[in-house]
């Protein structure tokens, strides 16, 4: 980490999501003018309920593919782009318009602002992978046609961009691999597997469990990860290059069903669905690198971070009230 404590004015590309509204509270808390930028595709004005009213925070409705004119920031982090299947498959040709026309705008806003800008890429850059736990130097499995590939090759390609907008131009850049994270702020239609998991459990609804379950994610709570993504924003630029943020816990999705369970109480039967096509069947990260560059690593194990999340999803159906219909988990295999 740079040593100076500095703030000043950040933008938030997609802000009003589930990490970038827990973003904007960080950034908020440490002391920034944030300005959060979304089109609200997926976000939700819900999500920044706490932070509206505060004096160094503002809403711009805005598409990220569209130029950002207007604007000085001294830092811009782009978490622009749905994250759930459901959601970013739904407008395959949208998505990859956001992914890559997106970085570009943003980008050009960083070279004219002088500003930082750091990419939200993701552990799907390394698709189905073959090498395992995955390092930022293995080059992925990835299936460059299939239904996941909008994402998976947009955010290939923002990465492929960021490394020339640093080469060619000059730009500071960040690029961090995101792997599953989870926890307050997400929505419960979703279709990620946690919220999924839990909004039916608290429902009494079996939860859903897509082929055998014997697929695993590494799952991070979203503390972690965001405290991840500032440390890197705020590093010295050696690190020029993508770094793993993630837990490397290691859960089949029948076990995160169990934890489910257990943690909500809930005596709900398991429902097997059809596994959606290229579906990655192992992934963990190797975080040697953001231990060593960041000082980094995940301190919310499962168990707490489940729970935290179980707290959360039941104050959200307190609030709305047990008489009004609400949103459920919303899955996409049959
Ligand atoms: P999310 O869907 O909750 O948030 C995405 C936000 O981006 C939403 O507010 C949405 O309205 C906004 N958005 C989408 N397209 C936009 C556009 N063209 N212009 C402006 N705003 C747009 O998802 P999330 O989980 O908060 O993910 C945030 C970022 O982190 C994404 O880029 C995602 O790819 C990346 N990421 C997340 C995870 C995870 O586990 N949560 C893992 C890997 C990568
Ligand atoms: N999954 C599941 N039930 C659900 C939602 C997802 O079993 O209700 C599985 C999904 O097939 C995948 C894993 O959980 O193997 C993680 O899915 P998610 O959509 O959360 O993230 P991603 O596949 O993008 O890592």
Not at 267 to 285: A, G, I
Request: aromatic share 6%; with cysteine.
């Amino acid at each position: 980490m740079d040593d100076t404590v500095r703030t000043g004015r950040a933008l938030v590309a997609g802000g009003a999501g589930f990490l970038g509204s827990n973003l904007c509270a960080r950034l908020l808390a440490d002391g920034w003018e944030v300005v959060c930028a979304d089109n609200f595709q997926t976000g939700r004005a819900r999500n920044l309920a706490g932070l509206a009213g505060h004096p160094r925070f503002s809403v711009l409705r805005h598409d990220v593919i569209e130029p950002l004119a207007g604007i000085e920031v001294d830092r811009i982090y782009n978490l622009a782009c749905p994250a759930s299947p459901i959601h970013y498959q739904a407008d395959p040709l949208k998505t990859l318009r956001t992914c890559v026309l997106g970085a570009m705008q943003l980008l050009e806003l960083a070279r004219r602002c002088g500003a930082r800008v750091l990419q939200a890429s993701t552990s799907e850059v390394y698709g189905d992978p073959l090498e395992h736990p995955q390092r930022e130097g293995y080059w992925g499995h990835v299936n460059p046609i299939g239904p996941r590939s909008c994402y998976d090759e947009g955010k290939r390609c923002a990465e492929t961009i960021f490394m020339e907008y640093a080469r060619h131009e000059g730009v500071a850049v960040r690029i961090a691999r995101i792997f599953n994270t989870y926890g307050p702020r997400m929505a419960p239609d979703d279709g990620r597997v946690v919220s999924n998991f839990i909004v039916q459990a608290l429902a009494g609804q079996p939860l859903t469990i897509y082929g055998d379950g014997t697929q695993t994610r590494s799952f991070c709570y979203v503390d972690d990860l965001i405290d991840g993504l500032v440390r890197l924003m705020e590093s010295s630029s050696e690190v020029g290059r993508p770094v793993n943020l993630g837990n490397p816990a290691e859960l089949t999705m029948l076990e995160m069903a169990e934890l489910v369970r257990l943690l909500t109480g809930a005596q709900v039967p398991l429902v097997h669905r059809s596994l959606p096509e290229d579906d990655p069947t192992q992934r963990c990260p190797d975080i040697s690198l953001a231990r060593r560059c960041l000082g980094w690593w995940p301190r919310v194990d499962p168990e707490e971070g489940i729970a935290r999340t179980v707290a959360y999803f039941n104050s959200e159906r307190d609030r709305a009230g047990r008489g009004r219909p609400r949103r459920e988990a919303l899955t996409n295999a049959v």
